[in-house]
């Protein structure tokens, strides 16, 4: 399995920013995607923002155009930019590694908490 650290949360004001971080143990280019999810309160696990290996994004529609998610392929690492953050953002941020459909690892997860 591919070990995942991920980075960067922290309390933030509505409207602020934070850019999260996940270090893979592995070259990216071994990896499918990479994925962040994140479970807010009450809800369940959700996708964010994911990259595959060959560089294509998709995003949650609630988050394309306030969020993006990019890569550093020489670090094995890859970030989650958040901007205009709002108070229902705030959860849990998880990294999600896809080697193959049937070999998934997840990070241990970062709080964001946007509130005033």
């Known amino acids: 399995q591919v070990q995942l650290v991920e980075s960067g949360g922290g309390l933030v004001q509505p409207g602020g920013s934070l850019r999260l971080s996940c270090a893979a143990s592995t070259s990216l280019f071994s990896i499918n995607a990479m994925a962040w999810y994140r479970q807010c309160a009450g809800k369940e696990r959700e996708l964010v923002a994911a990259i595959s290996s060959g560089g294509s994004t998709k995003y949650a529609d609630s988050m394309r155009g306030r969020f993006t998610i990019s890569r550093d392929i020489a670090k094995n690492t890859v970030y989650l930019q958040m901007n205009t953050l709002k108070p229902e953002d705030t959860g849990v941020y998880y990294c999600?590694?896809?080697?193959?459909?049937?070999?998934?690892?997840w990070g241990q997860g970062t709080q964001v908490t946007v509130s005033s």
């Open positions: 999600n590694a896809q080697i193959t459909p049937r070999d998934v690892s």
